[in-house]
């Protein structure tokens, strides 16, 4: 067993933020402890709606350099409808942390456990695995606090970069083979644009070739965004690894994560060159905020892919071993259904489905 303590940032967020991230560091720490992997040091600190309101700030300078300085970065759903900027608009610091760090690549993996309920009435439905890798500090959101709005009309302004997308598909192609490697199968990436009306995504698509060229071990195609929402209600189980510009890609998460019968399925990671934020798709739920129904798992399976990205950073194998216990937990407490909260279609509080999945971790 080594010394080494890895620092994580804590946002615990608004509405439910709060509810769900006291379990997931409770089952984290849980796994830490019973694989004897490096220990991790949890340090709250400010943003949000509710500081927002208190102090006028959503994402203070002080939390910016703690997530700067942090070894990872774990961040629970925020913002509240009932607070906003002067200008109408929604306070978004987690949009504001991927500009401040240059988190570029965001992963949104949908993966149904086998033997998981799905929407989806296609036996096939339990073979979905895919990742999606939406780029995260660009395209329509490059100029997001910039729209002009006059009586007459609003624009907003798409960009995207040459670099920023190198950077992007090479990610994307390297996540694709260390993936496809432990699946023991050949890697494919399929590029998701709107190639054939706007210049823009023809750039995108021409950049994407061009890397291709690199990885040659990774099949590539392409396919425009509306005909890919269609397959991915049609058939999900086909695709292996998606990347998109920034606004297809929100959309087309929110699809996937309504392939896995909730929202509350659902993580994510946004990650950049040296810094990464893991945080559940879902928002603040502030229609369930306080009852202690939300589901914890979106956000539990976010801290296991945190785990997943130190191993590879930190040269931790060991974090390999835990994300895939907390995985694993998890899969078995939403494919048993008994301690599993009202949007899985249980009766479990939040803490109960925690316990559930602490539990499932300790009997392994
Ligand atoms: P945002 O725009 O901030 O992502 P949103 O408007 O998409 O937020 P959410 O806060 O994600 O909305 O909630 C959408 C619906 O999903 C709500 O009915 C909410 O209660 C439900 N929901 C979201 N997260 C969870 C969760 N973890 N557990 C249970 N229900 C959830």
Redesign the pocket.
């Known amino acids: 067993m080594t010394e080494q303590k890895l620092q994580i940032c804590i946002f615990e967020g608004d ?2 933020g709060p509810e ?1 991230m006291a379990p997931t560091l409770r089952v984290l720490s849980c796994a830490l402890k019973t694989i004897s992997a490096p220990k991790m040091r949890f340090e709250v600190h400010p943003a949000g709606a509710g500081h927002y309101a208190a102090t006028g700030e959503a994402l203070p300078q002080s939390s910016i350099d703690a997530a700067r300085n942090a070894d990872a970065i774990l961040l629970s ?1 925020m ?1 509240l409808p009932s607070v906003r900027k002067p200008d109408g608009t929604e306070i978004t610091p987690q949009i504001e942390l991927r500009f401040a760090l240059g988190l570029f690549a965001g992963v949104r993996p949908v993966r149904v456990f086998p033997g998981q309920p799905t929407p989806l009435v296609d036996p096939r439905a339990s073979e979905i695995d895919f990742i999606l890798v939406r780029e995260s500090t660009e395209g329509l959101f490059a100029h997001m606090n910039e729209g002009i709005v006059c009586h007459e009309n609003a624009t907003e302004t798409l960009r995207i970069t040459r670099a920023t997308s190198e950077k992007l598909f090479d990610f994307t192609f390297q996540m694709a083979e260390r993936r496809a490697a432990r699946k023991g199968r050949k890697a494919r990436v399929t590029c998701v644009d709107k190639a054939n009306v706007f210049r823009a995504f023809w750039f995108f698509r021409e950049i994407f070739e061009e890397r291709a060229k690199a990885f040659p071990n990774v099949d590539t195609d392409a396919a425009y965004v509306d005909a890919m929402a269609m397959w991915m209600v049609q058939r999900p189980w086909e695709f292996d690894v998606m990347v998109t510009e920034n606004m297809f890609g929100d959309i087309l998460s ?1 699809l996937g994560a309504g392939l896995l019968g ?3 399925l659902a993580p994510s990671a946004d990650i950049g060159e040296d810094a990464a934020v893991f945080q ?1 798709c ?7 905020a306080g009852k202690g129904i ?3 798992m ?1 956000m539990i399976l976010s801290s296991a892919m945190m785990c997943e990205w130190l191993a590879v950073q930190k040269d931790l194998p060991i974090l390999d071993l835990v994300a895939r216990s907390v995985e694993d937990a998890v899969a078995k407490v939403v494919v048993e259904g008994v301690s599993v ?3 899985l279609g249980g009766n479990a509080s939040t803490e109960e489905c925690a316990d559930a999945v602490i539990a499932a971790l300790m009997a392994d």
């Not at 879902?282 to 369930?288: F, K, L, N, T, W």
């Open positions: 509405g439910i769900i759903a913002g929110d909730s929202l509350g559940p879902h928002g603040s739920a502030p229609d369930i939300a589901n914890p979106a909260t009202g949007d």
